[in-house]
């Protein structure tokens, strides 16, 4: 009963999953950022089969350089990420409503949306933190002397590499200081009895799945489009 | 209970917790870990990243700052020793 594709009229694939004739609302669902977004993506989807059937059309962009993009991350910052998705926003028909996840939530205000959505919203600077002291400790298992510090000053003349991933300079400034920003109307939910139970699958070591927190989320975003009268 | 010990047992507590959801232990694999539980090097989930991980949960969790140069390999030996860093640290 539900159109599945591969959109390509963007640069970046765009995975859209909707119900057969017009839907309620788009969800935009914005992933969490880096490793955590390939932790989290089977559950993401199984949420967008879920919001499909509730009516809603769900699409998942590839953010430049994550997922199938051609573009290396070493070319990519925080700013890039939000003109990507606000020009994504910008070729929806009909109202829109964005879901964001982690540090999905450090880009998701500069596209213009009828209401937003957060699950456990990241501070970029906790982000890199851990990124860099996965390099410190891969460091130091070779041998290789490293630290926190050293890493922080090597960012300020040249890219980094950081548990797989190439960040640039502007990459490693951005996320140092960026949070969440205020955007209207908002809900911003974590995980537990007062938001949405599950367990946090972007900190797994391994990729798991987790079908009930999918329908789990959903149903908020459902109730949320609801709420702020967007159908 | 004493204050003290109260306070350890909620550092045990939540120290599984965040162990569970990092390593996809599961509640009851959480529940059986020991003192002398290895950890990196034993479990296969324990990589660097993974460690990492740990790390910065244990600094929103337990509300502590953890530095560079206090870690070294064998906090990550086992879960004794990792619980008895994080008591450390809240109480410093």
Same mark, same amino acid.
């Given at each position: 009963m539900w159109e599945m594709r591969v959109l390509t009229q963007t640069a970046e694939h765009i995975l859209r999953i909707a119900p057969a004739g017009i839907p309620r609302a788009t969800v935009l669902i914005v992933p969490p950022l880096f490793e955590e977004a390939n932790r989290t993506r089977r559950t993401l989807v199984l949420a967008m089969r879920a919001l499909a059937a509730e009516g809603f059309a769900a699409v998942l962009p590839d953010l430049p350089g994550h997922n199938e993009s051609l573009v290396p991350? +070493? @070319? +990519?910052?925080?700013?890039?990420?939000?003109? !990507?998705l606000a020009e994504v926003i910008s070729g929806i028909d009909g109202p829109t409503i964005i879901a964001s996840f982690r540090?999905? !939530?450090?880009?998701?205000?500069?596209a213009k949306a009828a209401a937003w959505w957060r699950l456990a919203p990241v501070g970029g600077a906790s982000l890199l933190r851990?990124?860099?002291r996965a390099r410190v400790s !891969?460091?130091? @298992? !070779?041998g290789v002397a490293s630290s926190l510090e050293a890493l922080q000053d090597e960012a300020k003349s040249g890219p980094l590499l950081l548990a797989g991933n190439h960040l640039s300079s502007a990459m490693v400034a951005q996320l140092g200081t960026s949070e969440a920003q205020g955007v209207e109307p908002l809900r911003s939910v974590g995980l537990g009895a007062d938001g949405i139970a599950g367990t946090p699958l972007w900190l797994r070591a391994e990729p798991g799945e987790d079908a009930a927190m999918a329908e789990a989320i959903a149903a908020d975003i459902s109730a949320w489009s609801k709420t702020c009268g967007v159908s | 209970m004493t204050e003290a010990?109260?306070?350890?047992?909620?550092?045990? =507590?939540?120290?599984? =917790?965040?162990?569970a959801d990092v390593l996809g232990l599961g509640e009851a694999?959480?529940?059986?870990?020991?003192?002398?539980?290895?950890?990196?090097?034993e479990l296969p989930e324990f990589d660097s990243m993974a460690v990492a991980t740990v790390l910065t949960e244990m600094e929103d969790r337990l509300g502590i700052l953890i530095d560079d140069d206090e870690i070294d390999g064998e906090i990550f030996e086992t879960y004794g020793n990792l619980l008895a860093f994080?008591?450390?640290?809240?109480?410093d």
């Open positions: 991350l +070493v @070319e +990519v910052d925080l700013a890039r990420w939000q003109d !990507a540090g999905g !939530a450090l880009i998701d205000h500069k851990t990124l860099m !891969a460091d130091r @298992e !070779a | 010990t109260s306070k350890a047992s909620g550092v045990d =507590a939540t120290l599984r =917790a965040l162990l694999r959480a529940a059986a870990l020991t003192e002398d539980s290895g950890l990196f090097g994080s008591l450390r640290k809240v109480t």
